[in-house]
């Protein structure tokens, strides 16, 4: 295959191509030639015809070299300068030769049709089709490539766009040199001419040098399709050839040539005037410094040192597996992404929407500016210490960062417009401000032990969020569908709403204004303050704690430690001491008044006892009361706490819980008050 495409490429040198114009161009016999301009344009070609394309000339919008049908031969088009503004056929028994020019938008190389890119431009997408053989020694690909099963592609030079795809029983050979896998040689390729089957592993990127040169960096995680399981008894093939000589250690623009590719041990520096084209690559061991000027779309980095301090990044720069990008100032293009081995560090600048840190990267965020759609994808870690995120100019209202997929979120500093965690991620907040509030979905966990927030948060889909330290949130503050509230301190200026089967375990802090308990849901209040409560039908209230007065009755001494006490009155008043020694009072008003507490008939209100020294109020007293004594000692806790524990500890909640009748609320408190007369009287007889 390789050798069929080094055969091609001399006879074509034989034959003397010629590579600018198109006067006198005749590669083989034909009944007509035409060419572009000064001739008229057809709207094709058939059989027996030579078409060349030069400078200044133009093809309608959609040509076929070759009929659909399949049946024409001896058919050549020659491109060496002009431009084919949208589609381009090319059908069996055609030969197209692309040395310059563009072809802006999709190229189709069917059966029984060969290309030979040279230079040019080709545009939004290429494929080759099933029986197609194209052979790539250069020009620039743009966003999509496709091998199409069945079909032959060879590349020993040129540059491609964002996606490469190759299809079950496509060939796509890649002659040259330097090829690695996450920065480790791949072996069998030490002499020219061997030849390595390869499948690109998930999460990889296969990085190398073209014969011509030219560093290249396919990787599935830059929507690059080498999916394994499509690849039929080996679809790439590395081949290994000789290759040019490393160009001058340093290279300066404008002043310098621009090199195809920057290579190990070379530092490219773009000044003012400078200009980087697009999908240009640069090796392992390359370094790369803009203090102005600019680089193209698809900017491509691997293994190497990329500093941006002034000047203007074009779309979709790739970082990929071992490189290190300090963005200082300077202005960033949309969709930036840090791929599986990267890290990228943000000091300054301005950075546009749709940044991605994906799985494997790491992304520090000390200053600067990034517009709205961050995103961290599974096992990325983002640090945010400084800087703002979220803030597009000219956008007001604008994005923050989601986090998906297991990625690690930690935010000590900076202003963020809004967080959001989804499948299995984590968000530790310590610090900073976060604004329009914070929303985790799908198993997520969020940590907040510091920071401002203007806004509240939402829990969703067996999520858990967890409140602690002096922070304040504003907004509303929502836990339903499975999910978990931890409220350890803080304030939650607008209550809690628990729904849907959330639970919302309050030890500590405070919930202001009217916190609200629905439908198969709970509230379970240990400590900390709770301004007002609502528990509408089947809510569930359950309230731990070492003093419980009911209407002015103390029936503490009625309850059993670690067991839940249901209480069916209403229209009553409940006061007592929280297991963390708050004072707690509420009115368990059946009738809803707006600003005072209301306990639907429905709803279930259960009182625990809980044991001295069961500081976590899990109903038992462990190790873990220990440790969260030592934690709290000299600030809630004291030497009489740990002797609580002390002398408490092995206690655990019984099996069985106590049952008592549910009169209606007189009745309910003349009989607890009995009981406690009853067991008062035995005390005295002992």
């Known amino acids: 295959m390789g050798n069929r495409y080094c055969q091609l490429f001399v006879v074509l040198l034989a034959m003397g191509v010629c590579l600018h114009g198109t006067a006198g161009v005749v590669f083989g016999q034909f009944s007509t030639v035409i060419n572009i301009p000064p001739d008229a344009v057809p709207s094709g070609i058939g059989s027996d015809t030579q078409l060349n394309l030069g400078d200044g000339g133009t093809l309608g919008w959609n040509f076929d070299a070759g009929s659909p049908a399949g049946t024409s031969f001896n058919v050549e088009v020659n491109v060496s300068g002009g431009s084919i503004p949208l589609y381009f056929d090319a059908y069996n028994g055609s030969t197209i030769n692309i040395y310059e020019g563009s072809i802006e938008k999709l190229f189709d190389a069917h059966n029984g049709s060969t290309v030979n890119v040279f230079g040019g431009s080709l545009g939004e997408m290429f494929s080759a089709l099933s029986g197609s053989v194209v052979n790539i020694s250069g020009g620039n690909f743009g966003r999509i490539f496709r091998a199409r099963p069945n079909s032959e592609v060879n590349i020993s030079g040129g540059s491609f766009g964002d996606r490469i795809e190759t ?13 690695q896998v996450d920065g480790e040689l791949i072996g069998g390729l030490g002499s020219v001419g061997n030849l390595v089957q390869f499948n690109l592993p998930d999460g990889s990127v296969l990085s190398g040098t073209l014969s011509n040169g030219t560093a290249f960096a396919f990787s599935n995680q830059d929507d690059d399709d080498f999916r394994s399981e499509s690849i039929a008894d080996g679809t790439i093939y590395l081949n290994a050839t000789d290759l040019p000589p ?74 990929f597996y071992g490189s290190t990008v ?20 943000i000091s300054g600048g301005y950075v546009e929407r749709y940044f991605t840190a994906k799985s494997g990267s790491v992304v520090n965020i000390t200053g600067g500016t990034i517009s709205d759609s961050f995103e961290a994808l599974g096992g990325s870690v983002v640090n945010v210490s400084g800087g703002s995120v979220g803030y597009s100019i000219g956008d007001p209202a604008g994005g923050g960062i989601g986090a998906r997929d297991g990625s690690t979120v930690n935010v000590s500093g900076g202003t963020i417009r809004g967080l959001a965690a989804y499948q299995n991620s984590i968000l530790n907040i310590t610090g900073g401000a976060v604004e329009h509030g914070i929303g985790a979905y799908f198993n997520s966990n969020i940590n907040i032990s510091g920071g401002a927030f203007d806004g509240g948060f939402s829990v969703f889909n067996d999520s858990t969020i967890n409140v602690s330290s002096d922070v304040i949130m504003s907004g509303d503050c929502t836990v339903q569908y499975g999910s978990i509230l931890n409220l350890r301190g803080g304030t939650l200026a607008n209550g809690v709403r628990v729904r849907n089967g959330g639970v919302a375990n309050i030890s500590g802090g405070i919930a202001n204004t009217q916190s609200r308990v629905h439908g198969e849901s709970r509230i379970n209040l240990s400590g900390g303050a709770v301004d007002s409560l609502y528990a509408y039908d089947n809510g569930e209230i359950d309230i731990f704690g070492s003093q419980f007065i009911l209407d002015g009755i103390d029936i503490t001494a009625l309850l059993t430690t670690n067991v839940a006490f249901p209480i069916a009155d209403r229209d009553v008043s ?23 507490d209301y306990f639907d008939v ?24 220990f440790l969260r004594w030592q934690s709290g000692f ?53």
């Open 167 to 179: 299809h079950a029983g496509s060939t796509v050979e890649l002659l040259g040199g330097n090829f």
């Open 602 to 625: 429905g709803a279930l209100l259960n009182l625990t006892l809980v044991a001295p020294g069961d500081f976590d109020v899990d109903l038992d007293v462990d190790g873990n009361d």
């Open 326 to 345: 300090d963005i200082m100032g300077g202005t960033v293009g949309a969709s930036f992404d840090a791929s599986n081995g990267s890290v990228v560090n």
């Open 634 to 686: 000299g600030g809630i806790y004291d030497e009489d706490d740990f002797a609580d524990w002390e002398g408490n500890f092995g206690m655990a909640a019984p099996a069985v819980s106590v049952v008592v009748p549910e009169p209606g609320s007189a009745a309910q408190v003349t009989f607890l008050f009995s009981l406690l007369l009853i067991r008062r009287g035995r005390r005295r007889s002992r």
């Open 246 to 319: 490393v160009g001058p250690p340093i290279v300066t623009l404008p002043d310098d040539a621009l090199p195809v590719s920057i290579r190990a041990g070379q530092t490219l520096v773009v000044n003012n005037g400078g200009v980087v084209g697009d999908n240009f690559n640069v090796d392992w061991g390359g370094t790369v410094i803009v203090d102005g000027g600019q680089l193209g779309n698809n900017f491509e980095a691997v293994g190497a040192h990329v500093t941006i301090l002034d000047g203007t990044v074009e779309r979709h720069f790739d970082a």
């Open 574 to 596: 409940l006061t007592g001491l929280l297991a963390d020694g708050s004072a707690f009072s509420f009115d368990l008003n059946s009738t809803f008044f707006s600003g005072e």
